[in-house]
Every structure is written in C-alpha cells, then in structure tokens.
T-cell receptor, first 115, second 111 residues
Framework: NAGVMQNPRHLVRRRGQEARLRCSPM?????VYWYRQLPEEGLKFMVY????????ESGMPKERFSAEFPKEGPSILRIQQVVRGDSAAYFC?????????????FGPGTRLTVL | KNEVEQSPQNLTAQEGEFITINCSYS?????LHWLQQHPGGGIVSLFM???GKKKHGRLIATINIQEKHSSLHITASHPRDSAVYIC?????????????FGKGTHLIIQP
C-alpha cells in the first residue's frame, strides 16, 4: 500500500510563473489536506478537500492560490503568478475520513523555490 | 500567544539520555499528534492521542486532557533520533479540520 505521493519533489519557478503541485492520497483515502511550511516557520494549514469538494479553505491566501481534488486523479494545489514569498515546502496529508479521530498521513512534500 | 506551545525549542543531549519534549495547548481538541521531521525531509506521524498514553518502541507519548498538556519521551536516545519533533492538535467542534501546529523542538543527539 503506497503512501501519500507528492510530485514534483522540487520545483523551481521564476516570479510570475505558475506552480502546480500534485498530491495522490493513500489508497482508500478520500480526504486531502494541504499545509505550507515557510522557511524558519512552523507548518500552517491551507485547505481541506474531499473528492470534488472544498470543505475548508480558511488557511488559503485570498489571491493566486487554488486547490482542487477531482473525482479522478490527484489533488492539485495551484499557485498563479508566484512571488518569492511563496518559496516554501508544501505538504499534503490524507485520511480515510475527515472527522475528529482520524490520523493524517503525510507526503514527502514539494519544495518550491521562486527565483 | 500561539494556541500550541512546545518546549524546549532546542535540545541537545548525549546518546542514551532520556528525552522529554513538552506540548501545551490552549484550545479544546479532539486529537493531538506528534510528528517527526528530519532536515529537508518529509513528515512522519509518530502518534495520535485523544487520551492516556501510547508507546511505540523507544517512544512514549502521554496526554492530560484536563491540563491541556502532552509529552513525548524518548528512552535510550540515539543519534538517529535527531530531528524536529512537532506537536499538532485538531480542534474540537465544527469548523476547520486541519491541524494547528507548534513550532517544533529541534533535537540533536550527540554520540
């Protein structure tokens, strides 16, 4: 049973370009969470999705960031017109159900560098 | 004030020592997680607790819901335990389902 997969593991973009980060949850998991870890800072929640639904996006920046989790395929975190401040490690986690006592399993992360 | 506070921020110890990392939180929770992150690496979930105590190998995690406090203990520490240990909580009730994290404890075990 493969773990949570993220790709790419490292992504370099120039200012103004778009970044697409992919997350494939563990088999049987239908809930995905995205977290961001800025340099020298702790992890912060960004968004929680179920298949075809955004459940909670209270941690997402208001502009340039979007997320989806289609019926088929991985969850995508999309950052438009990237700026240097977007450089960070982005982690996704998955769980079999989204409430209370369910453990989240983390992926290896995507390290985004904006030049 | 952060909702999840960890102490110490940094800890250096000798191989074989007993290690304790503390986590205090100020919100109602449904679960508390202990995570491990190696430099430049991914995040590994060590424990998820809602009450009592859990043990896995040389790692022990305890939680006191009334005092809003959890501890992570490492017995017979080894250099390979060197990592950042992160406490995270899932808030109780409706609303956000994402975790709220402490800033982490940087642990170095010297041979």
């Amino acid at each position: 049973n493969a773990g949570v997969m993220q790709n790419p593991r490292h992504l370099v973009r120039r200012r103004g370009q778009e970044a697409r980060l992919r997350c494939s949850p563990m088999k049987g998991h239908s809930h995905v969470y995205w977290y961001r870890q800025l340099p020298e800072e702790g992890l912060k929640f960004m968004v929680y999705l179920q298949k075809e639904n955004i459940i909670d996006e209270s941690g997402m920046p208001k502009e340039r960031f979007s997320a989806e989790f289609p019926k088929e395929g991985p969850s995508i975190l999309r950052i438009q017109q990237v700026v240097r401040g977007d450089s960070a490690a982005y982690f996704c986690a998955s769980s079999p159900a989204g409430r209370s006592y369910n453990e989240q399993f983390f992926g290896p992360g995507t390290r985004l560098t904006v030049l | 004030k952060n909702e999840v506070e960890q102490s110490p921020q940094n800890l250096t110890a000798q191989e074989g020592e007993f290690i304790t990392i503390n986590c205090s939180y100020s919100v109602g929770i449904s679960a508390l997680h202990w995570l491990q992150q190696h430099p430049g690496g991914g995040i590994v979930s060590l424990f998820m607790l809602s009450s009592g105590k859990k043990k896995h190998g040389r790692l022990i995690a305890t939680i006191n819901i009334q005092e809003k406090h959890s501890s992570l203990h490492i017995t017979a520490s080894h250099p390979r335990d060197s990592a950042v240990y992160i406490c995270a909580v899932r808030k109780a009730g409706g609303g956000a389902d994402g975790l709220t994290f402490g800033k982490g404890t940087h642990l170095i075990i010297q041979p």
